[in-house]
């Protein structure tokens, strides 16, 4: 299932890969962009996937830490320390 970005979610990604870049390098910035999509395909996928937790007394958010994806990336391209939580709505 296609995913959709809400409210800054796709300005906020950019932030976050251009810190990324800044600190550890375009080549460690692609590979967290990599990990990012994956995420966010297999959230679109199964909205409520191992992992994911319920955002208590918030009807319906779920949020799915990006180390739960790090098995989606080749192991060449894993981020070791993802520090970013997806939030679904």
């Known amino acids: 299932m296609p995913y959709r970005l ?10 976050i890969l251009f ?3 800044r600190r550890w390098g375009i080549d460690a910035a ?4 990599r990990l990012i999509l994956a995420a966010m ?3 679109g996928d199964r909205p409520d996937l191992v992992g994911s937790r319920e955002i ?3 009807a319906g958010p ?7 994806v ?6 060449a391209a894993r981020v070791a320390e ?6 679904t709505v």
């Open 82 to 87: 993802p520090r970013h939580l997806v939030v």
């Open 19 to 21: 810190e990324s870049a």
């Open 70 to 75: 790090r098995r989606l990336v080749e192991p």
């Open 56 to 58: 208590p007394r918030v």
């Open 6 to 15: 809400v409210g800054r979610a796709a300005s906020r990604i950019d932030e």
């Open 41 to 43: 395909a297999e959230i």
């Open 62 to 68: 779920r949020t799915y830490h990006l180390r739960s």
């Open 30 to 33: 692609a590979r967290y962009h």
